[in-house]
């Protein structure tokens, strides 16, 4: 049976806080325990706090460019500044939405740049490499409590054609990110050519489904999937190279 089940953390994130102990102390003060097999998913801003990723605007000096762009779009000049710094790319910008592609690789609005849950005059940045944190946590859990879990870093993104935004993806840890049927056949016999599931993706919507900014819940475990344990895993797999995405 598959289950997914909320976290609260009460502690107040600060930087450089040792993010597994956090875990795990909340997960006892919730009442439960962490088994093998468990998925441990996180919303990236508990990761992005711990790693001091919390930008004062007091200190952001907006370009020329982000000035400009700011006026077109109706958004704070410094935190388009940060909008530009932490992309490669800006691939749409129309409606007071700035897409763009970022240094992960990911395409999203605003560069994942949020100032939601933020205390004070200040924006908060993406992790700068979620797979390594992912990995981290993993193997901390591993060393306080000797259990072998997989580990999911998300964050909420929009998508083309759909209305509502969804949790993904955008760091893993100890499973394989895709689930692939090519080569085996359906039900009617017929070989699938180009089936293949993004079940990271969906492990962090379904953990969504507990999780919430305003419950204070930034944590779930998802109990009852069997995935695939692999030792290098990362959430790059899930991203779409230019060369096959018809939406650039």
């Known amino acids: 049976m598959l289950q997914v089940i909320p976290v609260r953390v009460s502690a107040n994130i600060m930087p450089n806080d040792d993010l597994g102990n956090i875990v795990l102390k909340a997960i006892k003060q919730n009442r439960l325990e962490i088994l093998n097999g468990d998925i441990l998913v996180l919303a990236h801003k508990i990761v992005s706090k711990v790693e001091g990723r919390i930008v004062s605007l007091a200190d952001v000096k907006p370009s020329p460019k982000a000035i400009r762009m700011s006026k077109e779009h109706g958004k704070d000049p410094r935190i388009m500044e940060l909008i530009l710094k932490e992309s490669i790319q800006i691939l749409r910008a129309k409606n007071g939405i700035v897409v763009t592609e970022t240094r992960h690789g990911l395409v999203c609005a605003n560069t994942g740049v949020d ?3 933020v205390e004070g ?12 944190s992912a990995a981290r946590l993993q193997a901390a859990v591993k060393k306080k409590r000797g259990k072998e879990i997989a580990v999911v870093i998300t964050d909420t993104f929009g998508r ?3 209305e509502g935004q969804v949790n993904v993806a955008i760091g893993v840890a100890g499973m394989s990110p895709i689930k692939s049927y090519v080569g085996s056949r359906d039900m009617y016999g017929r070989k699938l050519r180009v089936s293949e599931i993004a079940v990271a993706d969906e492990i962090a919507s379904a953990a969504e489904l507990v999780m919430g900014k305003s419950k204070g819940v930034p944590t779930a475990i998802i109990r009852g999937y069997r995935f695939e344990k692999v030792a290098s895993a990362s959430a790059k797999s899930l991203q779409r190279t230019k060369e096959q995405d018809i939406f650039r």
């Open 121 to 132: 005059d200040a924006a908060l940045l993406l992790p700068i490499d979620p797979d390594r």
């Open 160 to 162: 083309p054609f759909r």
């Open 115 to 117: 100032q939601s849950n």
